[in-house]
């Protein structure tokens, strides 16, 4: 019994200290906190963006609506937020939901798992989080990635097959509604929070664009109108010129991509502190 006692103890006094650990960091020195999902890690160099206040990336693949959550509750106040959204936020499997455990993010991954909107191993989903909160990794910052200038066809066409059998073999309508309600929960605590909030907005290849996708990239464009008319953040288009062809596969940027848009982004946040969302798109430079 004392063992079991003293075990509780421990991984409450743990939780607490994880719920408020960002907050101490950011006591200790003011940072610019990254929330993304593979898009942003394989898309933005934080590194290059010569930011007053240093970056700290919370950033993960396959990060969705219970991550956004948890980040908007633990970010800590008066803080700088960036966070990169694209319309694979509303994917129908895999969201990753590894964040640890937090009330209004349980809420919603409870109701999710009760709901037929869209597909949750609720069982894996448990045991990720367990060992994401204890682990001492999830205390630091995420590295980003990059991938090579070569495309990937192969890759890119198999991704893409693999999206569009989901979008022909499922209903969106309950998962656009229930990933847009707490996206909004989310954003009510970053813009009541944050002293500078901004959203990146990331595409995707024209082949995915061209496709069935649409579906899911028309509901992006419109609740991206809704997000900037509601939390009065103008959408402003940055265009990326390149030469070659700037995705790797479907959805995550090349080497060279990478380094154009972290310095389009770079003086984008440099040049105007006014929070906004920046909408990327590339643009294709004659040789």
């Not at 693949?61 to 106040?77: K, Q, V, W």
């Not at 590295?143 to 999206?163: A, E, Q, V």
């Not at 929070?193 to 990146?200: D, L, N, P, T, Y």
Request: proline residues 3%; charged residues 25%; negative net charge.
């Amino acid at each position: 019994m004392l063992i079991l006692v003293s075990i509780a103890l421990f991984a409450g006094l743990w939780h607490v200290f994880f719920l408020n650990y960002w907050s101490t960091l950011e006591m200790i020195e003011k940072r610019t906190w990254i929330w993304g999902d593979s898009q942003m890690i394989q898309g933005l160099d934080p590194s290059m963006l010569d930011l007053d206040k240093p970056p700290f990336s919370v950033a993960k693949h396959g990060n969705g609506y219970y991550d956004l959550i948890s980040f908007a509750h633990r970010f800590p106040a008066k803080g700088d937020a960036i966070v990169g959204m694209g319309p694979l936020y509303y994917r129908y499997q895999k969201d990753r939901s590894e964040a640890g455990f937090q009330l209004d993010a349980m809420q919603a991954f409870y109701q999710a798992n009760q709901s037929n909107a869209f597909s949750v191993d609720f069982k894996e989903i448990v045991r990720t989080n367990i060992r994401y909160e204890f682990s001492i990794s999830g205390l630091e910052s995420v590295r980003h990635g990059r991938f090579s200038n070569r495309p990937d066809s192969t890759k890119r066409l198999k991704y893409i097959g693999n999206i569009l059998e989901v979008i022909d073999n499922n209903q969106f309508e309950g998962l656009f509604e229930f990933k847009d309600r707490w996206m909004h929960h989310a954003f009510d605590e970053l813009s009541d929070k944050a002293g500078r909030f901004h959203i990146i907005s990331w595409p995707v290849c024209q082949q995915l664009t061209d496709s069935r996708f649409s579906l899911i990239q028309n509901h992006y464009d419109s609740n991206l109108s809704s997000i900037s008319s509601d939390y009065n953040m103008p959408l402003d288009t940055v265009y990326v010129g390149v030469k070659m062809d700037p995705f790797h596969d479907a959805t995550h940027f090349s080497t060279d991509a990478v380094d154009q848009v972290s310095n389009q982004v770079k003086e984008e946040l440099n040049e105007d502190s006014t929070s906004r969302i920046l909408v990327i798109r590339f643009r294709h430079l004659s040789e």
